[in-house]
C-alpha cells in the first residue's frame, strides 16, 4: 500500500481506519495532498471528490444524515475551509455528526503573509463539539486529539475540527507506514433507560386531562408501534406532528397549521395543555410556536439525549434519554385520564380537513396544488427531502404516505446547501429519492450538480414561481420594485441549460394535465436522474394560500 510520507498525515488515516470512519469527501487542493494520496489509495475508505467546499460539506452531511455515522471532510488551506461553515451549523443544530480535517501551513507561516494562509485553529468553535488542533509532528498527543474529535463527532452527534499543519514537500509517499498511531477507546454513557423519581412523573402525567406531544425533526421507526397505539387511545392526550417527524397515525394531526391558523382564543385555550411532551428536531411551524409561547403549559418536559432548547419559554424538566425508553419506562406505570380533550381537537381537525379537500379540489393550478399532486405521486417507500422557505412549509400542508421518509435541513433552516445535502441522502441510502425545491434555492446551490455521484433514482421536482415567493406570505408584502428586487428576488431563470450541462433529463410543466404527464415520465425514466420543473403563476400563489387559511374556519 501507499502512504503519504508525512507521518502526521499518517496518523490522522490510520485513527479514521481504526474508528470506521469510511465516507471521505475531498475537495482538490494542495495542502491536503499527504490526506488525498492516503484516503485515496486506502480500500478501507469510500472517497468522493468534490471541488466545491460548500456542496461537498452539504454532501457529507446528506450522508451522516442517513447512515447516522460521521463523515469526513477533507480540504486545502486558506478560504477552502470557510466555505464548510454553513453545513458545520447545520450539523451542529441538527446533531449530525460531521468530521473536518482541514491542511493547513505550520505555525510558522500564520500571519506572516504567506500565501493561502488563513487563521484556521478554533474556526468553528461557535458551532462545533470539538476543535483538535494538531502540531506538526506525529505523536501521542496529536493522536489522543484525533481520537478524541472522532469519539465526540459520534457521542455528542455533531460537528468537529481536526486542524493539521503540513509542511512541503507534501506529495511525497513511502510504501510502510512510519508510525503506529495510538488507539482510544470511549463508552457511550449519554442517556439512560431509567426515569428519575419515576412516582413523580407519573403522578403529575395520570392528573393531567390535556396532555399535548409535539414532534419535530424525528427518524422513522423509532417510537415503538404500542407506544403510538397508546397515544391514540388516551382521550388526554392530543398529538401534533410535523411532515419531519416521521410518525403517523390516523389519530394524530399531521398538519398543525391547517388545526390552528384560524383559531380564535377559546379555541387557543382548549388546546392549551397542562403537560407539553416534546421530542425530535426543530419545529417549523411558527404558529404552534406561537401559541405555546403565548398559552404556555404548566410543564413542558423535554425529551433527548443531548439537549434540550427553551422554544416556548416554559421548560420544566429535560429527560436525558431517547424518547422511545421514556415512554417505555412511563406508559406502563400510567393510568388513562377521562377528558374531553382529544375529542374536542379531534373534532375541530376533521372539520379542518373537509375544508381543506374542498378547498384543493376548486383552486386553480398554483403552488398549493401543485404540492399537492406531487406529493401524492410520490414513489412508496422512498425517501422525500425537502428544502427550505416555502417548499417545506406547503408540504407541512399535505398528507405525506407513511411508507415515506421525509427530511429538511431545519438545524438552521438555511436555504444554502439542500440540494447537496439531498444528493448525499440518497448516496448515503440508496434509496429512491426527490427533492422537492423551490426555485431561489435550487439556484443558490446549483454547484450541487456539479457531482460526479448522483444517482440514476434521484429526480428533482422545481416548483419556479420567479422568485422567493416566501416573501409574498410573509408580512410587508408591498407590490414595489425595492420588495420584487430586494426581497423576492425576481428572475426569469430556469434549470434547462444546468440540466443539460450535468446531462440531467428535463421536464416541465405549466397546468395540471402536463404536470401528471410530466411527473410519470420523470419516474419512469431510469437510466439517468432527472429535474422536473414547474412553473407556477407569481402574482397568485400567495393570494390562494392566504385564502386557504381563511376558508378553513
Known amino acids: 500500500m501507499i502512504y503519504p510520507k508525512i507521518a502526521l498525515a499518517q496518523s490522522i488515516i490510520e485513527i479514521c481506519s481504526a474508528k470506521g470512519i469510511t465516507n471521505i469527501i475531498i475537495s482538490p487542493g494542495s495542502r491536503n495532498a499527504p490526506l488525498t494520496i492516503g484516503f485515496a489509495q486506502n480500500t478501507d475508505f469510500k472517497c468522493y471528490s468534490i471541488a466545491d467546499e460548500r456542496c461537498a460539506a452539504f454532501f457529507a452531511l446528506g450522508i451522516a ?32 455528526p460531521l468530521i473536518v480535517i482541514s491542511a493547513d501551513r505550520p505555525q510558522s507561516k500564520i500571519d506572516i503573509g504567506d500565501g493561502q494562509t488563513i487563521r484556521q485553529e478554533n474556526v468553528f468553535q461557535n458551532h462545533s463539539v470539538f476543535n483538535a488542533n494538531l502540531s506538526e509532528e506525529a505523536s501521542v498527543e496529536n493522536d489522543i486529539k484525533i481520537n478524541k474529535a472522532i469519539e465526540t463527532a459520534m457521542l455528542q452527534k455533531g460537528p468537529v475540527h481536526i486542524n493539521a499543519p503540513f509542511e512541503e514537500p507534501l506529495y511525497e509517499t513511502v510504501d510502510t507506514l512510519s508510525v503506529q498511531s495510538k488507539i482510544t477507546h470511549s463508552e457511550d454513557t449519554i442517556g439512560t433507560k431509567i426515569i428519575e423519581n419515576i412516582e413523580d412523573v407519573v403522578s403529575v402525567w395520570n392528573a393531567a386531562k390535556s396532555k399535548l406531544i409535539l414532534v419535530g425533526v424525528n427518524e422513522a421507526n423509532s417510537i415503538d408501534q404500542d407506544i403510538i397505539e397508546n397515544f ?24 398543525i397549521d391547517t388545526l390552528i391558523t384560524a383559531f380564535d382564543d377559546a379555541e387557543f385555550k382548549a388546546l392549551q395543555p397542562e403537560i407539553l ?157 426527490v427533492f422537492i425545491t423551490g426555485d431561489i434555492g435550487f439556484l443558490y446551490d446549483s454547484n450541487a450538480l456539479w457531482n460526479a455521484y448522483i444517482p440514476k433514482n434521484f429526480k428533482i421536482i422545481l416548483i419556479n414561481n420567479g422568485g422567493g ?18 426581497f423576492e428576488t425576481s428572475h426569469d431563470l430556469t434549470a434547462e441549460h444546468l440540466a443539460k450541462m450535468y446531462t440531467l433529463n428535463y421536464f416541465t410543466a405549466k397546468d395540471e394535465e402536463s404536470l401528471s404527464r410530466s411527473i410519470r415520465a420523470l419516474y419512469q425514466d431510469n437510466e439517468a436522474g432527472g429535474i422536473l420543473e414547474v412553473f407556477t403563476p407569481t402574482f397568485e400563489n400567495d393570494v390562494i394560500l392566504k385564502q386557504y387559511f381563511k376558508e378553513l374556519v
Open 65 to 96: 444524515q442517513q447512515t447516522k455515522l460521521p463523515t469526513a471532510v477533507v480540504c486545502t488551506s486558506g478560504s477552502a475551509l470557510l466555505n464548510y461553515y454553513p453545513a458545520v451549523a447545520e450539523a451542529f443544530y441538527s446533531q449530525i
Open 232 to 255: 391514540a387511545k388516551d382521550e388526554s392526550i392530543v398529538v401534533l406532528t410535523e411532515t419531519t417527524s416521521n410518525l403517523h397515525h390516523s389519530g394524530f394531526i399531521n398538519s
Open 277 to 433: 411532551v416534546t421530542f425530535g428536531g426543530m419545529i417549523v411551524s411558527k404558529r404552534v410556536k406561537a401559541f405555546l409561547r403565548k398559552y404556555q403549559p404548566k410543564e413542558h418536559w423535554h425529551i433527548d439525549t443531548l439537549r434540550a432548547y427553551d422554544t416556548f419559554g416554559a421548560l420544566t424538566q429535560h429527560f436525558i434519554m431517547q424518547p422511545n425508553d421514556f415512554f417505555k419506562a412511563l406508559l406502563p406505570k400510567a393510568t388513562f385520564t377521562e377528558s374531553n380533550y382529544f375529542s374536542k381537537i379531534d373534532a375541530i381537525y376533521d372539520l379542518r380537513k373537509n375544508k381543506r379537500q374542498e378547498y384543493l379540489e376548486k383552486i386553480p393550478f398554483s403552488d398549493f396544488k401543485v404540492f399537492e399532486k406531487v406529493i401524492e405521486s410520490l414513489p412508496k417507500n422512498s425517501q422525500l427531502q425537502i428544502s427550505n422557505s416555502s417548499a417545506i412549509r406547503y408540504a407541512q400542508l399535505i398528507d405525506t404516505d407513511p411508507s415515506i421518509e421525509v427530511f429538511c435541513n431545519r438545524g438552521t433552516s438555511g436555504i444554502d446547501g439542500s440540494t447537496s445535502t439531498a444528493i448525499g441522502a440518497a448516496v448515503g441510502s440508496g434509496k429512491q429519492t
Open 469 to 486: 415567493g416566501i416573501f409574498r406570505i410573509l408580512p410587508g408584502h408591498e407590490e414595489k420594485p425595492v420588495f420584487n428586487t430586494y
